[in-house]
């Protein structure tokens, strides 16, 4: 992923979850500015603060780099409901998903 790609996809979930630029660098313990910088492609995070992004977002370092998925938190969400579930109900939940796609 390039920075441009980076900073796109920051940009693409960090307003999927609904948040300000500044509230976001705030809520990481950063200046005001620091997420439209990088944002900006001007500069990267630290990847101590990369992680803390992550968890801000409600998501794992490989689901910010997977940008095939357009809700990143809403499917670790699914998938961490599912976890419970027994094969027969993950197969009708499956059939589900399948026909809504159509």
């Known amino acids: 992923m390039e920075r441009d790609d980076f900073?796109?996809?920051?940009?693409?979930l960090r307003t999927k979850k609904g948040v300000s630029a500044r509230n976001?660098?705030?809520s990481l313990g950063q200046s005001t500015g620091y997420i439209t910088s990088i944002e900006s492609g001007k500069s990267l995070p630290s990847?101590?603060?990369?992680f803390y992004i992550c968890e801000?977002?409600?998501?794992?370092?490989?689901?910010f780099f997977?940008?095939?998925?357009?809700?990143?938190?809403?499917?670790?969400k699914?998938?961490?409901?599912a976890k419970d579930?027994?094969?027969?109900?993950?197969?009708h939940l499956t059939a589900l998903i399948?026909?809504?796609k159509k």
């Open 7 to 12: 900073a796109v996809r920051l940009a693409y």
């Open 24 to 26: 976001m660098s705030l």
């Open 47 to 50: 990847m101590t603060v990369f």
């Open 56 to 63: 801000y977002l409600g998501i794992t370092p490989s689901q």
């Open 66 to 76: 997977d940008t095939e998925t357009k809700s990143p938190s809403s499917l670790r």
């Open 78 to 81: 699914l998938t961490e409901a």
């Open 85 to 91: 579930l027994s094969g027969e109900d993950i197969e």
């Open 98 to 100: 399948e026909k809504m």
